[in-house]
């Protein structure tokens, strides 16, 4: 069964940092891009970053730029979001998902999704 797995999240002060995880099991993530986004209840869900295949292209939300760090281990079957001084703005489920390019963060594009994992910022 192909299935992604974020871990990771947790409650964090402002300006608090933490690094979320994206496993894949019974795939290998070396043939796809993955995405990272978020959501709050009411909104939609939000593009925040992408890493493609090689971590040749990088890409980010304007929101994290110079804040979030997106890397991935092929080795480990890996990609990792590292979150640097947060605000409780990007309070949110944080889910990965993969996909064939890093082009944009249309949902329907990405074809396989983890179940989430919560990130909360309040002192």
């Known amino acids: 069964q192909w299935q992604l797995v974020e871990s990771g999240g947790g409650l964090v002060q402002p300006g608090g940092s933490l690094r979320l995880s994206c496993a894949a099991s019974g795939f290998t993530l070396d043939y796809y891009a993955i995405g990272w986004f978020r959501q709050v209840p009411g909104k939609e869900r939000e593009g925040v970053s992408c890493?493609?295949?090689?971590?040749?292209?990088?890409d980010y939300a304007d929101s994290v730029k110079g804040r979030f760090t997106i890397s991935r281990d092929n080795a480990k079957n890996t990609v990792y979001l590292q979150l640097n001084a947060l605000t409780p703005e990007d309070t949110a489920v944080y889910y990965c998902?993969?996909?064939?390019?890093?082009?944009?963060?249309?949902?329907?594009?990405?074809?396989?999704w983890g179940q989430g994992t919560q990130v909360t910022v309040s002192s």
């Open positions: 998902a993969a996909t064939a390019y890093c082009s944009g963060y249309v949902t329907s594009a990405f074809n396989y």
């Open positions: 890493i493609s295949k090689t971590a040749s292209t990088k």
